[in-house]
Nanobody, 125 residues
Framework: QLQLVESGGGLVQPGGSLRLSCAAS????????IGWFRQAPGKEREGVLC????????NYVDSVKGRFTISRDNAKNTVYLQMNSLKPEDTAVYYC??????????????????WGQGTQVTVSS
C-alpha cells in the first residue's frame, strides 16, 4: 500500500516562501512520478507540479511558473515543493499523490491516486 505524508505547511506572509515535503512509505519512491496538487476553499482540486521518476518536471497550472519548483531526494524517499513569492491565491490544502498507472510518468492529474492527508498553506498578512 502506497502511503504519502505531506508536511511543511503553515502561515506565511505574501512574498514569503515555504518548502513542502512529501514522504513515502511502503514503496520505493524512485520508481514513481509524484505530483503536487492543491484545493482552495470552495474550489476543485487542481494539479500544480509533477516530477517524473527520471527527474523531469511538468507544470499543471500556469500561475506557479517561475515561483514553484519540484525536486526529489530518492535517498530520503521524499519529494519537495519549493514555493517562493507566495500570493494569497496560493492559499489551499496541498496534497501529493502518485499515478495509479504508468507510475513513472507525469500523467494527467485525473490519473493520480494514493493521496496523502494534505498540509494547509495560508498566505496572509
Amino acid at each position: 500500500q502506497l502511503q504519502l505524508v505531506e508536511s511543511g505547511g503553515g502561515l506565511v506572509q505574501p512574498g514569503g516562501s515555504l518548502r513542502l515535503s512529501c514522504a513515502a512509505s511502503g514503496f520505493t519512491l524512485e520508481n514513481y512520478a509524484i505530483g503536487w496538487f492543491r484545493q482552495a476553499p470552495g474550489k476543485e482540486r487542481e494539479g500544480v507540479l509533477c516530477i517524473s521518476s527520471s527527474g523531469g518536471s511538468t507544470n499543471y497550472v500556469d500561475s506557479v511558473k517561475g515561483r514553484f519548483t519540484i525536486s526529489r531526494d530518492n535517498a530520503k524517499n521524499t519529494v519537495y515543493l519549493q514555493m517562493n513569492s507566495l500570493k494569497p491565491e496560493d492559499t489551499a490544502v496541498y496534497y501529493c499523490a502518485a499515478p495509479m498507472t504508468l507510475f513513472r510518468l507525469c500523467v494527467s492529474p485525473v490519473e493520480f491516486g494514493s493521496w496523502g492527508q494534505g498540509t494547509q498553506v495560508t498566505v496572509s498578512s
